[in-house]
């Protein structure tokens, strides 16, 4: 069946960086077909849902579809962990941005220079001078809550809200800073630190990853937007499943399925694939789109958080009465060594609930109490948020073995770590022990030598090159060799520096339709 | 579901159960009844399975729970009673256990032992272990091996995690608000309230 309406642009994927191009398009009378492989969920079940995972624990959202959202991974043999997909990412209306922390960075300006500068990873074919008026313009649509401060990276327009200030916990590391000579400063949330675009302030719910209050931004809302504007047609649950492209290399059609198994095609003059990224990748893969390099799926990077932590005993935090840590630090993102290893940046955390050592430490009853009593409010953390260098082994594939709903090949996770990432997962592990030395953390429960995780953050696998033998899309966004086919997200990164990339994303996505709707 | 009268173990299952209480209750002076069989009574109603439940959460934790705690923890566990069949069913075999060791403790019933007789049973079910390689071979054997390794390994986890989740966490260490309740961000500028 094909869709009678012939669209301006055709999104896959309403997460962050579909919903800002819809509703971009839209302001400028554009008509979208934005086609979402997951549900709508209504605003008004947060409670519901909150005190659901309060009771039964699980994931925040409702969201995997055992059969839809299917994968096989091997990242045990190469970094010997598991790489749990089902928990970094949430397929629905809003995409991941629906159970993210919010917290916000722009990439430094040496990001993008890292092979000219340090001679590791790539540089990238555009600046942050040329990015930066779009990360205002992203600061902007999200209300991020911030405060300049002189370790950030050149900017042209104030935060639209104010920061929030560090807490009373955030405040216990300002003496050891100042002893250790090292820059901290308070990180910038798309969290409402006061009234914005309709959205309330926060209200300290402690529950982030299901905003309750909505002071948190989600992607539903530009979403919402784009529909009221009455040119946004909205697909949920209706899976992106081939791009059929001519042989001149024009998009004719986007195929795709209901979770019914209704088929149709969607047709459009642009096509922008925004589906995170492993599955942007695993589309142009299953659709034979862009790959002549073998670039899709390749250089997937995350960024490896190395923590550690114990208790203080003569000082006292007061965790979980806001739902987020806002202290961080640059101060071990550059260096000397940079040839040597890749970027870092400190974040500083208080929560670590001693109830849910019971099953670890085998303690229960009056022990329990009584190490509950000891230790709550005691916990004093530190994570280091690495680099992942780009690295061609570690990709995104197609299994051919195993099947989704449809019948189609899943995707085939494969992390893989270079010299250079191991060389930086142990200079921040020496940091992090130098760190809580000095900060008078004796008995160090969370071992930063054992203690590996990830932040959720897809990056490369469609990566940006102006050679169309080194990379999957252009400067701006269009796959090499088509004419009106686009990629945007975290999947274009080329590298992906040491800090949270969601603004860099909503900022390449705000670039992408100034590039195809020039204001 | 919640009102379901939940079936009582059977006579066999329960002389399996006192196979498996080696240690049941010696600290409170129950050992002599522990080795005997043990006559499981049913837990009761739903309503009757929460209390015991409660009771439980706040033994494991080591607490002595308010009228208000055992109010939230209750309401907390009738949404599991009512919503999710399988936890329900580990977590009234394990009131059923609870009691059943009571009674072989020679009380009534698990709520009205005394504090140091519940700590014991406590003890008993934590001590339960599921990890090894007969339990878990024993599960795949008999549904009754099934129930009690389960009771262990899934109703305990998941009411330690309702009791961690709940206000009575947080009340124990002094708090008025916790996570899901809304207030006033600039709270995290002052210092709270210290442990009680
Ligand atoms: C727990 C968690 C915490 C995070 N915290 C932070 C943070 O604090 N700061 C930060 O910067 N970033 C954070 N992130 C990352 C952030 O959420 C992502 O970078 C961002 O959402 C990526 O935007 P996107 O549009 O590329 O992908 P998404 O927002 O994931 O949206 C992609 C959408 O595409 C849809 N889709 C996929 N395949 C198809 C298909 N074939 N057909 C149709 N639709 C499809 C998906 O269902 C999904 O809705 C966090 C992520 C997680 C999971
Ligand atoms: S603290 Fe509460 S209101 Fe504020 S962002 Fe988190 S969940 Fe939303």
């Not at chain 2, 339990?135 to 262990?152: G, I």
Request: with cysteine; hydrophobic share 40%.
């Amino acid at each position: 069946m094909s869709s009678a309406r012939r669209y301006d642009l055709v999104i896959i994927g309403a997460g962050l960086t579909g919903a800002l191009i819809a509703a971009e398009a839209t302001r400028r009378g554009r008509t979208v077909a934005l086609i979402e492989a997951g549900q709508r969920f209504s605003f008004a079940t947060r409670p519901a849902q909150l005190r659901h995972h309060q009771i039964f624990g699980g994931l925040m959202w409702p969201y995997v579809h055992a059969e839809r959202d299917r994968y096989t991974d091997s990242s045990h043999q190469s970094i010997g962990v598991a790489y749990a997909l089902e928990s970094h990412r949430l397929k629905g209306v809003g995409g991941s941005t629906m159970q993210w922390g919010g917290r916000i960075s722009r990439l430094m300006p040496t990001d993008f220079r890292t092979a000219s500068l340090y001679g590791t990873g790539t540089d990238w074919p555009i600046s942050y001078d040329e990015l930066e008026p779009y990360y205002s313009r992203a600061d902007w649509e999200l209300g991020v809550s911030g405060s300049p401060h002189q370790a950030l990276p050149p900017r042209s327009r104030e935060y639209p809200n104010p920061g929030f200030p560090l807490s009373v916990d955030d405040a216990m590391w300002l003496p050891l800073a100042e002893q250790l000579g090292i820059a901290v400063y308070p990180s910038a949330f798309a969290i409402n630190s006061a009234p914005f675009a309709g959205r309330s302030q926060c209200q300290a719910f402690a529950a982030c990853a299901v905003c309750p209050s909505g002071a948190r931004y989600s992607a539903d809302v530009h979403v919402a937007a784009a529909e009221r504007s009455g040119l946004c047609d909205l697909f949920d649950n209706t899976v992106a499943r081939r791009i059929d492209l001519t042989a001149s290399g024009a998009v004719r059609a986007v195929q795709v399925s209901s979770l019914q198994k209704q088929e149709r095609e969607i047709q459009g003059t642009n096509y922008v694939i925004a589906a995170h990224a492993v599955e942007s990748a695993r589309l142009l893969l299953l659709s034979k789109c862009g790959n002549h390099s073998d670039q899709v799926g390749r250089n997937f990077m995350e960024h490896i958080y190395v923590e550690a932590g114990g208790h203080i005993a003569n000082k006292r935090f007061y965790p979980r009465r806001g739902g987020y840590e806002v202290l961080e630090s640059l101060a071990y993102y550059y260096g000397e060594d940079r040839r040597e290893r890749g970027g870092m940046k400190i974040e500083f955390t208080f929560e670590q609930d001693p109830l849910s050592d019971m099953e670890s430490h085998h303690i229960w009853g009056q022990s329990m109490a009584r190490y509950d009593r000891k230790n709550f409010g005691r916990w004093a953390g530190i994570a280091a948020e690495t680099e992942h260098q780009p690295n061609p082994d570690s990709r995104v594939t197609l299994d051919p073995y195993v099947a989704d709903l449809f019948g189609d090949p899943v995707p085939h996770m494969h992390l893989a770590f270079s010299d250079i990432d191991h060389r930086t997962q142990r200079h921040a592990r020496d940091i992090m022990q130098q760190l809580l030395g000095q900060a008078g953390v004796k008995d160090v429960v969370q071992d930063p030598l054992t203690s590996t995780s990830f932040g959720a953050h897809h990056l490369g696998t469609c990566r940006m090159s102006d050679d169309p033998d080194k990379g999957v899309v252009d400067r701006d966004c269009k796959v090499h060799g088509t004419t009106n086919l686009f990629v945007a997200g975290g999947s274009v990164f080329p590298t992906g520096g040491a800090v949270q990339p969601s603004l860099t994303i909503a900022a390449i996505a705000l670039r992408l339709a100034d590039h195809l709707y020039a204001a | 579901m919640s009102d379901e009268r939940p079936k009582p173990l059977s006579r066999r299952r329960l002389l399996i159960a006192a196979g498996f209480s080696v240690l049941a209750c010696g600290a409170a002076g129950c050992g002599k009844r522990a080795r005997q069989e043990m006559v499981l009574k049913p837990a009761g109603d739903a309503g009757a399975v929460r209390r015991i439940l409660v009771v439980f959460i706040g033994a494991l934790f080591g607490r002595t729970l308010t009228a208000q705690d055992a109010d939230d923890l209750s309401a907390r566990l009738d949404d599991l009673q009512a919503s999710d069949t399988a936890l329900n069913h580990d977590c009234t075999v394990l009131a059923q256990y609870l009691e059943a060791l009571a009674q072989n403790c020679g009380a009534d019933g698990f709520e009205v032992c005394n504090a140091s007789q519940q700590q014991s049973i406590v003890d008993e079910i934590m001590r339960i272990d599921f990890k090894s390689y007969s339990a878990r071979l024993l599960s795949r054997l008999s549904r009754e091996h099934r129930d009690y390794y389960r009771m262990r390994w899934s109703a305990v986890p998941q009411l330690a995690w309702i009791y961690s989740h709940s206000p009575a966490a947080w009340r124990a260490r002094g708090y008025l608000r916790w996570p899901g309740v809304k207030g006033d961000w600039h709270d995290i500028l002052a210092p709270g309230a210290s442990y009680p």
